[in-house]
């Protein structure tokens, strides 16, 4: 190699004014300006560790930005005038711009602009990607370049090996011979094939559509070929919202036929979509589906759209609304929007051409039983809540004709209400108020029903039984309720004493056509109802701690005197009807659930409470207790309520049923529970619930059990003692078995089993499932169904559904 003359020295100032090079190891470099005869040559620059050289851009003419600016760093660097080489070899490492490379040995060519990098060679691309190969030949921008023996690491743990690449214009990757997986390599046997890959002669990875593509594919589980396609694409894993075709579906049912569902997702912007589905089935025809959705600065929305024409309503059973209606519509539509920190908007809704539709075809978001269609106000502060909605509430049920009273004339979507408004407010006062704490409670409904609901019809339609209730009447039913309430705690010779003040106000007005000597309902009348109480209870906690275990056992004395509920009966019970005595609601000064009952009369609860919580994080928690009506008209023991609340509930009598509950918990994953209430006089039991949870790595599991005597009033004639149970165990790392069954102790059948496998890793799901559900809403319709789903990372996955005697009713 012969020393450069002063004409070559100055053709390559440029390169050399950009070269500033120092040594981490050997000492400075002497650096000599262009044109200085005692300039070294290149080639005689080396050091016997590590040399770095910081470029403004080393491989260019023009001067780049700072985040441009190349970093190389090698054991030795040598210029080589004759051919126009730069060479670097030993532990060669390249920072440029966001690239890296690292190599065994690195020559750039000034004439033709490439860098050709040469064993053990690694790129890690901007996004993350970790480029493998023997060779790389690569132009100075890392824009074009070929690549030999190559394996390529992507930042979602995706990996893609070929035999050689060739990336063209920036922009395109195109792999020969090419294998794509998103499963890990075997650690203890690398050369072991990936539990899936896909296997083709050509793997094309483009940045402009952001998709990657293969030709004469083959799909390969465990190396073996199990699939062969002539080509298809499937979005680049880097991206999660990408225009194409989604994981088609498939499934089957007696009604319906088999059907197969793909949809194409639009990604118009990176704030809103459009996606169209496509489902064809065999027996019913075509069903298409669009969904729209935006998400905005404060909020997103989305509107769903369905609808078919079917094909064979004779395929359906006779008397339901499938087998009769033709061209069946939907709309699906939600919000939500934040107004400020405070304050929130937003809907849920479902309109549809029919009462079934929705449910029929599993359309998302419609496909429940029952559903709430409502828009809301809501707003949260420090010491208030106010939330304003208008509810509609539809039962999807498939039977034309459903009347317990008057068959014909309506379904049970008929007997639901709708409620506009339902208002509730409470705010509490704060700490500036220093005689106690002040609260307020506003609630306001207006509800109307088309036709009445009976909840126990003696199946006579020309009259209105005696032993008839109504959770439901035709008309309108409004009404506003006004609480305010001061309590305030003092600490007395170690007890705790609170006193309470309350006045409860009500305003209804009802109108409705249901009245009978044994209903006498007021109708276009306005009631007014005024319940002011005053209470006192008193708690003695006794503490005992120690190392191990912390103990707190408080006997309770409550006493509430108020007058008589009034007006029971007289208008509908709307939102008070689920009414459950146990220990969650033994000390509430009211224990209906809701403000259409309003418990009257003086009243004692007397009971105890007991906690340890031990040091090694297990827990116990204690509370019985029982209950006195005192005096005045026990509300409990009323047989004048349209809805039965209250009776059987053990507190009808003026010594109430005991009742009592344990929960245990040893903190590392074993919990247990046990409620009951027994009678008060022979200590019989009434009614118990009993839980038992275990979770552990390898296995889970949850059971209940839950006992009811016979209530005749609730159409409920025998006892009854139902088991549920649901368990998952894990057979190794991936593979798992789980199931759930329930089962009626009294008729001795089984209602309801599960059972299924699956297996789940790093890039692979599948699962088979069985499920055998016996529908309590008819009581003899049976729901069997086998299900299927493989879930493939990066790709997607498909589903599959067989559904036997699945009439929905």
Known sequence: MRRPGPAELMSKNLLQRRLLATTAVAGLLAFVPAGHEKLAPLSAISSAKAQSIVAEQVFGDQLPSEEDQLLLESDTLTYDNDRGLVIATGNVQIVYGKFSLVANKVEYNQQSGRLLAVGNVEIIEPNGNRIFAAEIDITD???????????????????????????LDGETTVFNNGVYTACPQCKENPEKPPLWQIRAKKVIIDNNTRTVEYEDARFEFFGTPVARVARFSHADPAIKRKSGFLFPSFGESESLGAHARIGYF?????????????????????????????????????????GMRQDDQGAFSAGTIDSVVEDRHAVITTGRFDINDRWKFGWNALYQTDNNFARTYDIEGGDERDIVNEIYLTGLGEKNYFDLRAQDFLVQDNQIDFDPVTPGNQTFDDQQASVLPSLDYNAVSGEEFTLGQVSLNVNLASVNRNTFQVSNPDGNAAVIAPNERFSGIEGNTTRISTEIEWKRSQIVSGAVVTGELSYRGDAIYQNSDLN?????LTTNESIYRSTPAASLEIRYPLIAQSDTVSQIFEPIAQIIVRPDETHIGRFANEDAQSFVFDTSNLFQRDKFS?????????????????????????????????????????????TADLTNAGEES????????????????????????????????????KRSEVSLGVAQPQYSFNSSYIY??????????????????????????????????????????????????????????????????????????????????????????????????????
């Open 650 to 685: 053990g507190l009808e009598t003026d010594r109430s049923d005991y009742v009592a509950s344990v929960q245990l918990d040893d903190g590392a994953g074993f919990s247990t529970g046990v409620s009951v209430r027994l009678d008060e006089k022979d200590l019989g039991l």
């Open 708 to 809: 009811t005597e016979a209530q005749p009033n609730y159409r409920f004639n025998r006892a009854r003692h139902e088991i549920r149970g649901s368990g998952s165990v894990r057979l190794d790392e991936n593979w798992r078995v789980f199931g759930g069954l329930a089962y009626d102790i009294e008729t001795e059948e089984v209602f309801r089993e599960t059972i299924g496998i699956a297996y789940d890793d790093d890039c692979f799901s599948i699962a088979l499932g069985y499920s055998n559900v016996d529908s309590d809403f008819t009581g003899d319709n049976t729901e069997r169904a086998i299900s299927f789903s493989v879930g493939f990372r990066t790709l997607g996955g498909f589903q599959r559904s067989f559904d036997f005697d699945e009439d929905q009713q």
């Open 266 to 306: 639009f990604n118009l912007a990176p704030n809103y979509d459009l996606t169209a589905y496509g489902t064809y089935y065999a027996r019913q025809g075509f069903l298409g589906e669009l969904e729209w959705r935006q998400r905005l600065e404060n909020g997103e929305y989305s509107i769903h759209y369905a």
């Open 141 to 167: 921008d890392f824009r074009d370049g070929f690549v030999s023996a190559l394996n390529v690491a992507t930042a979602e743990n995706t990996r893609i090996a070929a035999e050689s690449a060739e990336r």
């Open 516 to 520: 009978s000597p044994f209903n006498p």
């Open 594 to 638: 809701g403000y259409d009952r309003v418990e009257g009369g003086t009243r004692a609860n007397v009971g105890f409470r007991y906690s340890a919580s031990f040091a090694s994080g297990g827990s116990v928690n204690v509370v019985a207790g029982q209950s006195f009506h005192l005096a005045g008209r026990n509300s409990f023991a009323s």
